[in-house]
């Protein structure tokens, strides 16, 4: 897994202009405060909504949530789909 900062997630997002910025909160959270650009589908409903969202399996992947915890998990669930680009925020949006 690539552990990033933040400041590194910006600098991929600048870079590639297909990379996706993932929040894997609950809805509740993501409506109270997202980072720009980011599309909610909450841990507990990715395994049945990524490839739908993304089918892409080569695309770059970001993913945050407020700890880093369940981040920590969704790279798990990618992992095992295939997904081949995966980033992660290191600690969340706690670490901002």
Do not use: F, M, W
Request: charged share 30%; aromatic share 8%; with cysteine.
């Amino acid at each position: 897994v690539n552990s990033i900062t933040y400041l590194e997630a910006k600098e991929i997002i600048k870079k590639e202009n297909k990379t996706v910025l993932l929040d894997v909160r609950s809805l509740q959270e993501y409506r109270e405060y997202h980072l720009a650009g980011g599309i909610c589908i909450p841990l507990y409903e990715l395994n049945a909504k990524i490839q739908d969202v993304i089918q892409d399996k080569d695309i770059p992947i970001i993913i945050y949530c407020q700890t880093g915890s369940r981040s920590n998990r969704a790279v798990k669930i990618l992992k095992e789909l295939e997904y081949e680009n995966i980033y992660e925020i290191k600690g969340g949006l706690d670490n901002l």
